[in-house]
């Protein structure tokens, strides 16, 4: 019933900057958190960023992408974005849009909270 569709992402160098954004459909947007998580070759899948739901008044970030990668959400257009600068290769991984299963104003932080995923979208960053 939830889809989740990523778009974006794709191959950038060291410092530069790419984008993921996330349309859902199947139930009103606005009531419900959203999250981007990625998961790199031999790495668990870990918690990048999230928004509340509604305005998107509180956004989370896990620490090593704080002031580097921007969380927003578009409620008109049901998209979420990632906006994601000064990359570094580190970043390299699949990055998968998510959303929870309560309409709480909580952001959660473990992929166990979140109960429906798009396909993944890979991001690729050069040295």
């Known amino acids: 019933q939830v889809h989740l569709v990523e778009s974006g992402g794709g191959l950038a160098q060291a410092g530069g900057s790419l984008s993921v954004s996330c349309t859902a459909s199947?139930?009103?947007?606005?009531?419900?958190?959203m999250g981007w998580l990625r998961q790199a070759p031999g790495k668990e899948r870990e918690f990048v960023a999230g928004i509340s739901r509604s305005y998107g008044e509180y956004q989370a970030y896990e620490e090593s992408v704080k002031g580097r990668f921007t969380i927003s959400r578009d409620n008109a257009k049901s998209t979420v974005t990632l906006q994601m600068d000064w990359l570094k290769p580190e970043d390299t991984a699949v990055y998968y849009c998510?959303?929870?299963?309560?309409?709480?104003?909580?952001?959660?932080?473990?992929?166990?909270?979140?109960?429906?995923w798009g396909q993944g979208i890979q991001v690729t960053v050069s040295s």
């Open positions: 998510a959303t929870v299963q309560s309409t709480s104003y909580q952001i959660p932080k473990t992929p166990a909270e979140y109960v429906y």
């Open positions: 199947g139930r009103t947007f606005r009531d419900y958190a």
